[in-house]
Protein backbone atom coordinates (compact mmCIF):
# COMPACT_ATOMS: atom_id res chain seq x y z
CA UNK A 1 0.00 0.00 0.00
CA UNK A 2 0.84 3.85 -0.58
CA UNK A 3 2.28 5.20 2.32
CA UNK A 4 3.47 9.03 2.85
CA UNK A 5 5.75 10.74 4.91
CA UNK A 6 6.81 14.12 6.20
CA UNK A 7 9.51 15.17 8.69
CA UNK A 8 9.98 16.67 10.71
CA UNK A 9 6.59 16.78 12.51
CA UNK A 10 7.24 20.22 14.44
CA UNK A 11 9.88 22.72 13.74
CA UNK A 12 10.60 26.27 15.39
CA UNK A 13 12.98 28.68 13.75
CA UNK A 14 14.09 31.96 14.06
CA UNK A 15 13.70 34.58 11.22
CA UNK A 16 16.44 34.64 8.68
CA UNK A 17 17.01 30.88 9.23
CA UNK A 18 17.44 28.10 6.45
CA UNK A 19 14.53 25.49 6.00
CA UNK A 20 14.48 22.35 4.24
CA UNK A 21 11.45 19.64 4.83
CA UNK A 22 11.39 16.88 3.26
CA UNK A 23 8.41 13.80 1.76
CA UNK A 24 8.70 11.22 0.57
CA UNK A 25 6.07 8.59 -0.97
CA UNK A 26 6.70 4.65 -0.60
CA UNK A 27 4.61 2.40 -2.80
CA UNK A 28 3.95 4.18 -5.97
CA UNK A 29 6.32 5.17 -8.75
CA UNK A 30 6.27 8.68 -10.75
CA UNK A 31 3.80 10.33 -8.52
CA UNK A 32 2.40 13.99 -9.05
CA UNK A 33 3.35 15.58 -5.75
CA UNK A 34 2.38 18.55 -4.15
CA UNK A 35 3.12 21.06 -1.63
CA UNK A 36 0.40 23.08 0.15
CA UNK A 37 0.95 25.25 2.93
CA UNK A 38 -2.44 26.11 5.58
CA UNK A 39 -2.60 28.87 7.48
CA UNK A 40 -4.35 28.25 11.07
CA UNK A 41 -8.31 28.20 10.29
CA UNK A 42 -7.70 28.66 6.90
CA UNK A 43 -7.89 26.32 3.27
CA UNK A 44 -4.90 24.89 1.22
CA UNK A 45 -2.48 26.96 -0.30
CA UNK A 46 -0.99 25.05 -3.21
CA UNK A 47 2.31 26.32 -3.50
CA UNK A 48 4.51 23.85 -5.93
CA UNK A 49 3.75 20.76 -7.38
CA UNK A 50 5.88 17.99 -9.85
CA UNK A 51 5.23 15.53 -12.22
CA UNK A 52 8.47 13.94 -12.38
CA UNK A 53 12.18 14.07 -11.15
CA UNK A 54 13.95 18.01 -11.78
CA UNK A 55 9.95 19.13 -12.89
CA UNK A 56 8.65 21.58 -10.77
CA UNK A 57 5.56 24.45 -11.32
CA UNK A 58 5.74 27.60 -8.55
CA UNK A 59 2.48 28.51 -8.21
CA UNK A 60 2.74 31.50 -5.29
CA UNK A 61 5.98 33.99 -5.83
CA UNK A 62 7.77 33.39 -2.23
CA UNK A 63 10.48 32.73 -0.81
CA UNK A 64 10.54 29.15 -1.13
CA UNK A 65 11.54 26.56 -3.06
CA UNK A 66 10.91 22.70 -4.34
CA UNK A 67 13.23 20.05 -5.36
CA UNK A 68 12.56 17.08 -6.45
CA UNK A 69 15.74 14.93 -6.83
CA UNK A 70 14.57 11.41 -7.19
CA UNK A 71 11.24 9.91 -7.75
CA UNK A 72 9.44 9.41 -4.64
CA UNK A 73 11.31 12.22 -2.68
CA UNK A 74 10.41 16.10 -2.89
CA UNK A 75 11.94 18.66 -0.91
CA UNK A 76 10.42 22.13 -0.01
CA UNK A 77 13.27 24.96 1.35
CA UNK A 78 14.13 28.62 2.05
CA UNK A 79 17.09 29.92 2.46
CA UNK A 80 16.09 32.76 4.74
CA UNK A 81 12.85 31.93 6.72
CA UNK A 82 10.22 35.20 6.95
CA UNK A 83 7.55 35.61 9.94
CA UNK A 84 4.82 34.78 7.06
CA UNK A 85 6.49 31.64 6.48
CA UNK A 86 4.93 30.12 10.13
CA UNK A 87 1.90 27.39 9.25
CA UNK A 88 1.15 23.84 8.51
CA UNK A 89 2.62 22.54 6.06
CA UNK A 90 0.99 19.37 3.95
CA UNK A 91 2.87 17.12 1.20
CA UNK A 92 0.42 15.13 -0.95
CA UNK A 93 0.28 13.07 -4.10
CA UNK A 94 -1.97 12.21 -6.03
CA UNK A 95 -4.09 8.68 -8.03
CA UNK A 96 -6.51 8.34 -10.53
CA UNK A 97 -10.08 7.28 -9.44
CA UNK A 98 -13.11 6.09 -10.91
CA UNK A 99 -14.29 7.74 -13.56
CA UNK A 100 -11.45 9.55 -14.62
CA UNK A 101 -10.75 12.05 -11.80
CA UNK A 102 -7.56 12.33 -9.54
CA UNK A 103 -7.48 12.41 -5.66
CA UNK A 104 -4.96 13.80 -3.62
CA UNK A 105 -3.52 12.06 -0.30
CA UNK A 106 -1.94 13.55 1.91
CA UNK A 107 0.58 13.40 4.63
CA UNK A 108 1.00 13.64 8.46
CA UNK A 109 2.13 17.59 8.34
CA UNK A 110 5.07 19.96 9.29
CA UNK A 111 3.87 22.60 11.75
CA UNK A 112 6.28 25.48 11.16
CA UNK A 113 6.84 28.45 13.77
CA UNK A 114 8.83 30.91 12.23
CA UNK A 115 9.59 33.26 15.55
CA UNK B 1 -14.69 35.62 -7.22
CA UNK B 2 -12.85 32.26 -5.66
CA UNK B 3 -13.71 29.41 -7.92
CA UNK B 4 -14.80 27.48 -4.61
CA UNK B 5 -17.26 28.70 -2.39
CA UNK B 6 -17.94 27.33 1.18
CA UNK B 7 -20.17 27.96 3.89
CA UNK B 8 -17.21 29.21 6.43
CA UNK B 9 -19.07 28.03 9.71
CA UNK B 10 -18.26 27.42 12.15
CA UNK B 11 -20.80 24.91 12.80
CA UNK B 12 -21.64 23.44 16.53
CA UNK B 13 -24.52 21.09 16.14
CA UNK B 14 -25.87 18.25 19.72
CA UNK B 15 -25.22 14.63 19.26
CA UNK B 16 -27.63 13.00 16.60
CA UNK B 17 -27.87 16.21 14.42
CA UNK B 18 -28.25 15.82 10.94
CA UNK B 19 -25.29 18.13 9.29
CA UNK B 20 -25.37 20.08 5.95
CA UNK B 21 -22.13 21.61 4.86
CA UNK B 22 -22.24 22.60 1.35
CA UNK B 23 -20.03 24.04 -1.38
CA UNK B 24 -20.79 26.76 -4.73
CA UNK B 25 -18.09 27.03 -7.72
CA UNK B 26 -18.43 28.94 -10.84
CA UNK B 27 -16.45 27.40 -12.94
CA UNK B 28 -18.52 24.54 -15.42
CA UNK B 29 -15.38 22.96 -16.15
CA UNK B 30 -15.62 21.06 -12.77
CA UNK B 31 -16.15 17.36 -13.17
CA UNK B 32 -15.19 15.34 -10.09
CA UNK B 33 -16.20 16.50 -6.42
CA UNK B 34 -14.26 15.38 -3.23
CA UNK B 35 -15.13 16.19 0.22
CA UNK B 36 -12.05 15.83 2.58
CA UNK B 37 -12.37 15.32 6.35
CA UNK B 38 -8.99 17.29 8.37
CA UNK B 39 -8.67 16.46 12.26
CA UNK B 40 -7.17 19.44 14.40
CA UNK B 41 -3.49 19.24 13.35
CA UNK B 42 -3.71 16.15 11.25
CA UNK B 43 -3.75 16.22 7.26
CA UNK B 44 -6.61 15.87 5.21
CA UNK B 45 -8.17 12.46 4.68
CA UNK B 46 -10.39 11.96 1.37
CA UNK B 47 -14.18 11.11 2.59
CA UNK B 48 -16.04 11.11 -0.15
CA UNK B 49 -15.52 11.47 -4.33
CA UNK B 50 -18.26 11.71 -7.00
CA UNK B 51 -18.07 12.51 -10.16
CA UNK B 52 -21.91 12.31 -11.54
CA UNK B 53 -24.86 14.85 -10.20
CA UNK B 54 -27.29 13.30 -7.94
CA UNK B 55 -26.52 11.18 -4.69
CA UNK B 56 -23.82 8.73 -3.00
CA UNK B 57 -24.28 7.61 0.48
CA UNK B 58 -21.54 5.68 2.23
CA UNK B 59 -22.42 4.75 5.83
CA UNK B 60 -23.69 8.18 7.89
CA UNK B 61 -22.32 10.14 5.16
CA UNK B 62 -23.98 11.68 1.83
CA UNK B 63 -22.71 13.21 -1.01
CA UNK B 64 -25.13 15.73 -3.53
CA UNK B 65 -24.08 17.26 -6.68
CA UNK B 66 -25.60 19.48 -8.33
CA UNK B 67 -24.03 20.31 -11.32
CA UNK B 68 -27.43 22.44 -12.96
CA UNK B 69 -27.07 24.87 -9.66
CA UNK B 70 -23.30 24.21 -9.36
CA UNK B 71 -23.54 23.27 -5.39
CA UNK B 72 -22.20 20.19 -3.76
CA UNK B 73 -23.69 19.19 -0.44
CA UNK B 74 -22.33 16.70 2.21
CA UNK B 75 -24.66 15.83 4.84
CA UNK B 76 -24.13 13.54 8.07
CA UNK B 77 -26.97 12.21 9.46
CA UNK B 78 -26.60 10.99 13.47
CA UNK B 79 -23.71 13.34 13.77
CA UNK B 80 -21.06 11.83 16.85
CA UNK B 81 -18.32 13.92 18.61
CA UNK B 82 -16.09 11.99 16.51
CA UNK B 83 -17.26 13.83 13.47
CA UNK B 84 -16.15 17.01 14.60
CA UNK B 85 -13.32 18.25 11.89
CA UNK B 86 -12.98 20.68 9.54
CA UNK B 87 -14.83 19.63 6.11
CA UNK B 88 -13.15 20.98 3.12
CA UNK B 89 -14.69 20.43 -0.69
CA UNK B 90 -12.50 20.19 -3.26
CA UNK B 91 -13.11 19.77 -7.08
CA UNK B 92 -11.65 19.16 -10.36
CA UNK B 93 -12.17 19.59 -14.43
CA UNK B 94 -10.80 16.48 -16.87
CA UNK B 95 -8.33 19.56 -18.32
CA UNK B 96 -6.78 19.76 -14.89
CA UNK B 97 -5.03 16.85 -14.67
CA UNK B 98 -4.87 15.75 -10.49
CA UNK B 99 -4.49 19.75 -9.49
CA UNK B 100 -7.76 19.99 -7.04
CA UNK B 101 -9.29 23.34 -6.03
CA UNK B 102 -10.19 23.46 -2.23
CA UNK B 103 -12.81 25.40 -0.44
CA UNK B 104 -11.62 27.30 2.54
CA UNK B 105 -13.17 24.51 4.91
CA UNK B 106 -16.09 24.31 7.07
CA UNK B 107 -15.41 23.55 11.45
CA UNK B 108 -17.63 21.33 12.61
CA UNK B 109 -18.09 20.80 16.41
CA UNK B 110 -20.83 18.07 17.76
CA UNK B 111 -21.02 18.58 21.49
CA UNK B 112 -21.93 15.47 23.28
Known amino acids: SQTIHQWPATLVQPVGSPLSLECTVE??????LYWYRQAAGRGLQLLFY??????ISSEVPQNLSASRPQDRQFILSSKKLLLSDSGFYLC??????????????FGPGTRLTVL | QKEVEQDPGPLSVPEGAIVSLNCTYSNSAFQYFMWYRQYSRKGPELLMYTYSSGNKEDGRFTAQVDKSSKYISLFIRDSQPSDSATYLC????????????FGEGTQLTVNP
Open chain 1, 50 to 55: SVGIGQ
Open chain 2, 90 to 101: AMSAPTSGSRLT
Open chain 1, 92 to 105: AWSVGLAGGGWGQF
Open chain 1, 27 to 32: GTSNPN
